[in-house]
């Protein structure tokens, strides 16, 4: 599903293209035209969940970025946010992309938390139901209404996205966990099994009156992308990077260029030996070049049209492009004694 080609571009922040998908409008406005006398009530707990959200796809931006990933862009629809990355299929490169989202919001609830406890001199007005965070408001004044919602609705996010249900950051997290000892393929595996027993409770609790018709949407888009990947899992289409390349291992993003740290030396050029049947290469070399020119014609796909825009064969073709290439890598590195 290409949500890029479903999606208005709003603008960009920090070269990461910000988009709007149509649903995420259209719920807008019939949020706003069924609040009645409460719509700007609506409206700021619109945008203030906007904020929050882009915040938290940002996190997640960073996170990939910190590790050697690319971020494609970042697309707000009524679920919630989503950050397209690039990353290496590794535990470590996953681990600290998923984590950085959730910690977003756990520093906006320290920031306001603490400005509140601070103007009330108490903290007994906190609870730890994320259904009622606040019980009374400790200050009687606008902004700290204001900034009692804003603590709200990120500690609310934050206890529900952390979860162990899979695909949301609780379940990746979870996965992330379960990586290192039972592989790639039975880590999700397990963590998408557990994302649909989620989703049925989630949308039997919405059925039975609880939560409104967005947990029911959340319970059906979670329990079919768990159930989607776990057929990858089990049919064995997950495929972990054997390799990940030095320079991906540093920082080669936005902290990089923020700190100037963990600059990566540039290797010396190395003469490949000469080949001792160039003859005998020309039938290995038109397959290669025909593999090049695919190659660049889905990356080319992926720059125009996002990541999303690819096919399972082109998603395929482009990982096992890839495996092959990292092969090679370490191959020729071997041999040569880089």
Known sequence: MNLFGQSLRVGSLFNIGIYVHFTFLIYAVFRLISAGDGMAYEATWLGMLFFIVLCHELGHCFGAQSVGGRTVGIIMWPLGGLAVNDIPTRVWQHFITVLCGPLVNLLFCLISGGILA?????IDWLGLSPFGAIRTLPVNAD???????FYNVNYFLLAFNLLPVFPMDGGRLLQCALWPSMGYQGATRIAAQIGLGGAVVMGLFALRGGGGNM?????????FSSWQTYQLARYGQLHEDPYVPQTVRRNSGWWQRLTGAFKSKPKKPVTPPPNPNPGGWQAKLDREAEVNAEIDRILAKVHDQGIQSLSYTERQTLEKATRERQRQERDFNQKTGV
Do not use: N, V
């Open 118 to 122: 601070i103007a009330s001199g108490k």
């Open 143 to 149: 902004w700290a209404w204001m900034l009692s919602i």
């Open 215 to 223: 947990l029911l949407f959340i319970a059906i888009f979670g329990g």
